[in-house]
């Protein structure tokens, strides 16, 4: 249980502040009250402690994405047999080997316990749950398939995670070949370089312009490397503190649909899990107009979220489906067609479940498409920053090895 500090007036002259464990800021509010006390500030202390050291430490203290994953998965399976949430929680947490996220299954157990719901029990944790996650979670609950929610969860989850694993295969080999490029050129510029200039420094000539910036760039790095460093530890403390921001998304959201293949990418996936999760909720019999709002509260993009939310305010009104899917900025033309066939067909849960299934496929080959062009690509950068180090430094050589014959 969390441990809490307060500050509450006791009379109009008497302000006190202590410590005291309970379930959340809530109930110890209630509690305060209780005790003739009115709550001006109420903080969790590990919270308080997050802040003074920058963040540092919920950086690093996460749960592992394979426990999240496995819960989510198992917490599925258990809901669908019939097994209550606080029911499923409780055997979940008994059975968890990740400490943290025992910690973590610990506290959401509680807070069901004091009248949360499962949503804002995980919306306590946003370093384990995600904003997506918990939407994905809130929406479940309002339509009364938190089964088939969780279920379409956790197969994003893992396809998402399939993606990463990709990615960081493929930049593995270009990774090793950068760590030994940097290791080489540490070794040049501070062994061979300085003999190279003071050899010319001697003869009295002047280096040649790709050794003067090459010896630019190293006293630069030599000088204000550990300020540089600094800065890009700030940088990333302060991305980390922001990016759940509503505007700092927003923008992020905009500048990813502004670049060509991500665009391309974060459409497919978006327009896939929407259908998938809409078309499975159909064929459970959730009412359209419904089965798109909970579509829509589990849209990751911001931009394509407010398109979808038009959709779902149009069916509210009567409005087609398609032709409001048609209206969107973002959202292919070929979807909203499909959409269109599938609603004057009364068909549409097979025609977005079709559309879901081409997407998967889509997304797939994308991602293999980018793996396969990123490890050449990053060989080929590496390559030409080793090539141009080594050029800069045996381009002296070869002046001097001329002016010598």
Known sequence: MPLFTYVAKASPREVRTGEMYAPSEEVLSSRLREMGLYPLEIFSVEEKQDQRFGSLSTIFRKSSRNA??????????????????????HLLQEQTTDKHFHKVLTDVVERIKDGYSFSQACAAWPNVFSGFYVNMIKAGEAGGMLDVVLNNLADFLEKEDDVKKQIQTALAYPILMMSMGILTVSVLLTFVVPRIVSMFDQMGQTLPLPTRILIGVSGILSS?????????????????KYRKHPVYRRNMDRF??????????IILEEVTQFSRLVSALLTHGVPVHQAFEVGVAASKNILIREELQQTAIAIRQ??????????????????????????????????????????????????AVFTRLLEPAMIILIGAIIGFIVFAMMLPIFQMDFMVQ
């Open 256 to 265: 990813k649909l502004h670049i060509p293949f991500l665009k391309k990418l």
């Open 318 to 367: 009567g409005k087609k489906i398609g032709r409001s899917l048609m209206k969107g900025k973002y959202l292919p033309k070929t979807f909203a067609q499909m959409v269109s066939i599938g609603e004057d067909t009364n068909q549409l849960e097979i025609v977005l479940s079709r559309a879901a299934s081409s997407g998967d496929k889509e997304v797939e080959r994308n991602v």
């Open 224 to 240: 204000y490397g550990i300020g540089i460093l600094a800065g890009l530890i700030l940088l990333g403390i302060m991305f980390h």
């Open 68 to 89: 999240v994953i496995q819960f989510t998965r198992q917490m599925a399976n258990l809901v669908e047999a019939g097994v209550t949430v606080h029911a499923a929680l």
